[in-house]
Each structure stands twice: as structure tokens, then as C-alpha cells.
């Protein structure tokens, strides 16, 4: 079982994922060499203190601090952390097709970044947390705006 997969089973609830695109990441960044590389990017689990600053030198600002602001705003986030739906998409345009290609391909509307931990079952504070581990995952997208996505480990396949 990868590290991901366990992430996502619940089984490292002291780690976190941080995702960086292609886009946002340099070539010659040192978290290429520590992560995994996707198809769009490169994506990494570790500690908890080590993935918070990562985080925070990668993209220049603090974990938690980035989580609160997302938690503003609900949208959807890939299962396997490294991508989501903008809950802003169409709310600038982007669904009259205005750049005249024939496609409405969304490009203002992709993950720069994810950073994801997981919180453990907790009964007493009720909610998704009585009824497993919930994974909490944060996304930013091209078009400058955050949101967040968070779900019952196991509860998507």
C-alpha cells in the first residue's frame, strides 16, 4: 500500500498530502525530488511538521492559515488529491466559451495547489467525525480563490 492509500484509509492520520502542479512548481524544485510525480504535478506525504513547511516554502504561506480561508467555500476536490472542480467556475464567464476554440476547457479554473490531513473518529463532537476519520483537503485554483472539500475515509471509492 502506498503512502497515499493509507492516507486515505485512514491508516496515517499524522501525516499530510501537499499537491503542487506543474504549473505552480519550478522544474528544478527540490519537492520533485521528494515526491511523487503525477500527471500534472508532484504530490507528497509526509509528517505533519515537515508537510506544514513544506508547504509553507512552497507556496508561501501557513497550512492552517490557507485551511481557514478555504473552509469559506465548499467545492470538489479529487480523491486523490491533485485536483478539483472551482466552485467559481462560471461565476467569471468561463461557461459562455469565450475565448471562441470550441471547447469550454476551464483553463482559469485549475488546482495550483492541495494540502490535505486527516482528523481521527471523534463521536462526541458529532457529525462526519461520529461516523470515521475525516480526510480534510484544501485547494487553490488559477483564478485566485480557495475551497475546501472533506469527507468520511472510505466513503469514496
Known amino acids: 500500500m502506498s503512502k497515499l492509500e493509507a492516507f486515505l ?33 508532484v504530490r507528497l506525504v509526509l509528517d505533519g511538521e515537515t508537510g506544514r513547511s513544506a508547504f509553507q516554502a512552497g507556496t508561501g504561506m501557513g497550512a492552517m492559515e490557507f485551511a481557514k480561508e478555504a473552509m469559506a467555500n465548499e467545492g470538489a476536490i479529487a ?25 469550454d476547457d476551464g483553463d482559469d479554473h485549475e488546482v495550483r495547489f492541495v494540502f490535505a490531513f486527516a482528523e481521527g473518529e471523534n463521536p462526541e463532537v458529532g457529525g462526519l467525525y461520529a461516523e470515521g476519520d475525516v480526510i480534510h483537503a484544501y485547494a487553490h485554483c488559477t483564478c485566485g480563490e480557495s475551497y475546501s472539500h472533506k469527507w468520511v475515509v472510505g466513503e469514496r471509492a
Not at 502542479?21 to 510525480?37: K, M, N, P, Q, Y
Not at 467569471?92 to 470550441?102: F, I, K, N, Q, T
Open 9 to 41: 484509509a485512514g491508516d496515517r492520520l499524522d501525516d499530510v498530502v501537499f499537491y503542487l502542479s506543474d504549473a505552480f512548481l519550478d522544474d528544478d524544485s527540490r519537492l520533485r525530488e521528494v515526491g511523487t510525480e503525477t500527471d500534472d504535478g
Open 79 to 103: 480523491r486523490s488529491l491533485d485536483g478539483g472542480e472551482c466552485p467559481f467556475a462560471g461565476d467569471d464567464g468561463d461557461s459562455d466559451d469565450s475565448d471562441d476554440d470550441g471547447d
